[in-house]
């Protein structure tokens, strides 16, 4: 056998040791910081075939929608359950002044909103990036590191309001699941859509804080 085909076999056979070797890999594709923009099936969705046979999940992992259906649609999957949730607290007694967040009324309903709505997406959307780039070294199943998301992201806001963890824990995994689909974009895209998915979802709670 020629040693050009001898090498050009090894090097073939050392490419998926290198895929093995990346800590942002994930089963059936790259991580969502990895530099390729196409999914494992050459389009945009990444891990098409892990989230078939689970509609939320296909959907929110599709990113083969225009951006503003995509955040009219994720918004719409975090808003409705987390309602019912609200509702059921306040219909077992658990939605009080002790268990829920309570707000600066001084500040003015303007300066409410535009926080609830404006400046609370912006900042927690930059450190939910952040969060979800460490949990990507602790497991390289995207699914798994938007779990963990949800769940931290629950426990802190609970530390403030307990009950409230209870509410934000559906939501922000869904904010979790955008940013890591939209990853493979570009990071810009997954901070605006996950911004942007997390606006639509404290738009209603924003006029209500601020009108109340």
């Not at 073939?12 to 895929?19: D, G, R, T, V």
């Not at 609370?120 to 990507?136: D, K, M, N, Q």
């Not at 869904?174 to 997954?190: D, G, I, K, Q």
Request: a negative charge; one cysteine or more.
């Amino acid at each position: 056998m020629p040693w050009e085909e001898v090498m050009g076999e090894s090097e073939h056979q050392a490419e998926p040791l290198h895929e093995l070797n990346n800590p942002h890999a994930v089963e059936g594709g790259s991580a969502p910081d990895a530099s390729s923009p196409a999914g494992p099936d050459g389009g945009d969705t990444p891990e098409p075939e892990l989230y078939a046979g689970n509609r939320p999940l296909s959907l929110l992992f599709n990113t083969r929608t225009p951006v503003w259906r995509y955040i009219l649609r994720a918004g719409l999957l975090s808003l409705v359950p987390s309602l019912l949730v609200s509702f059921l607290i306040a219909g077992v007694g658990l939605g009080n002044e002790e268990t829920m967040p309570q707000f600066d009324r001084a500040a003015g309903p303007v300066v409410l909103f535009v926080m609830v709505v404006v400046v609370s997406p912006v900042v927690e959307t930059l450190v939910l990036g952040f969060g979800l780039w460490l949990l990507a070294f602790l497991t390289r199943k995207l699914l798994w590191q938007a779990l963990g998301s949800s769940v931290i992201w629950a426990i802190l806001h609970s530390l403030a309001a307990p009950a409230w963890g209870l509410v934000v824990l559906w939501p922000f995994f869904v904010f979790s699941c955008a940013y890591l689909a939209w990853r493979r974009r570009s990071l810009w895209h997954a901070m605006g859509v996950a911004c942007g998915v997390h606006v639509f979802q404290n738009l209603l709670p924003g006029i209500l804080i601020a009108t109340m």
